[in-house]
């Protein structure tokens, strides 16, 4: 059957959309995650969100919505324990991960239905669960999640990337820390259908660790994690509709395996770097100057030397080949 297909059928359109409102709002939040040292986060995020989920299947309400107030308020104490109590960040993230998981164990239990059968559809994703309420809901929270990432992008980058320079020139750091980290809490909500409570980390960081590999500054950067987050997204369901295994992990299987060809790529990019530079530096047993027999060309803000084919250009000791 081909992929085009797949849009006959309610169920998948629904999916494929979650899968793109996932794909982008994971790695715009994760790329400010990267930047602060806290990749696991996102799964202490989910192991709340997972105590609301089962608050929201003992008491009958909309399991999204007690998912995404657990999650936030668990977001909000854990910022406040880490800027200002004596918990380290390690010790505060462990009390979120285990506080979630027991407190979601204990709310199920008391549930006079026992475990839901859906349960492993918010644990793992589940392309079928994503009725047309939900993609309303994850819609509009993943719209607040990009708009606001992208008009706050300069200032959550400077108090991720060096919080004491962004306090001496006034940014307000615990309130954007405060606001990244209900950012992320809402993310993981609007993940937990499509990629699951358990696994939403993996789509928010390693699309970013695959964009570093490949890029030297923020934006490209960015660009290409969300690439790479809506693709990985988007043919992980589409696989896990013809494979019949859960979207989450099959979306996460794709992302490490294009995380690995990444690497192997930048790892042949870097090599074959390092021999063109040794290859530059064994060509000259001499200085390039005026007279030294090779031709000079004007190169931006300095001079090149046509060499055996090549524009060689010296930078401080040794050669440089374009």
Do not use: K
Not at 24 to 51: C, S, T
Not at 97 to 120: E, K, M, W
């Amino acid at each position: 059957m081909p992929v085009i297909e797949l849009l006959q059928y309610d169920f998948m359109r629904r999916a494929l959309v979650a899968g793109l409102l996932v794909g982008l709002a994971a790695p715009v939040v994760g790329i400010f995650l990267v930047q602060r040292r806290l990749a696991l986060i996102g799964d202490g995020m989910g192991h709340v969100a997972l105590a609301g989920v089962a608050a929201g299947v003992l008491t009958g309400a909309a399991p999204v919505w007690t998912a995404l107030v657990a999650a936030v308020g668990g977001a909000i104490a854990i910022e406040l324990i880490r800027a200002r109590g004596r918990t380290s960040g390690d010790i505060a993230l462990a009390v979120l991960f285990y506080g979630g998981i027991a407190g979601g164990v204990v709310l199920i239990s008391l549930s006079p239905t026992g475990t839901p059968a859906n349960l492993n559809a918010y644990l793992f994703g589940a392309i079928t669960t994503t009725s047309r309420a939900d993609l309303v809901t994850f819609a509009v929270l993943a719209g607040v999640v990009l708009v606001t990432s992208l008009l706050l992008a300069r200032r959550l980058f400077a108090v991720s990337n060096d919080p004491e320079y962004a306090r001496a020139v006034g940014l307000p750091v615990l309130s954007l820390n405060l606001l990244l980290a209900v950012l992320t809490a809402v993310t993981v909500v609007v993940s937990m259908r499509v990629v699951g409570l358990l696994l939403i980390s993996a789509l928010m960081i390693l699309p970013n660790a695959i964009a570093q590999l490949l890029c030297h500054s923020f934006r490209a950067s960015l660009l290409a994690a969300v690439a790479t987050g809506v693709v990985v997204s988007v043919a992980g369901i589409s696989t896990s509709f013809y494979a019949n295994t859960p979207s989450g992990g099959t979306i996460v299987l794709f992302a490490i395996g294009v995380f690995v060809l990444a690497a192997l790529g930048a790892a042949v990019r870097d090599m074959v770097a390092r021999r063109r530079h040794a290859a530059a530096e064994v060509h000259h047993a001499h200085e390039h100057g005026a007279g030294c027999g090779h031709d000079a060309v004007a190169h931006d803000d300095h001079v090149d030397y046509l060499h055996e084919g090549h524009r060689h250009a010296q930078h401080v000791g040794h050669y440089d080949e374009h």
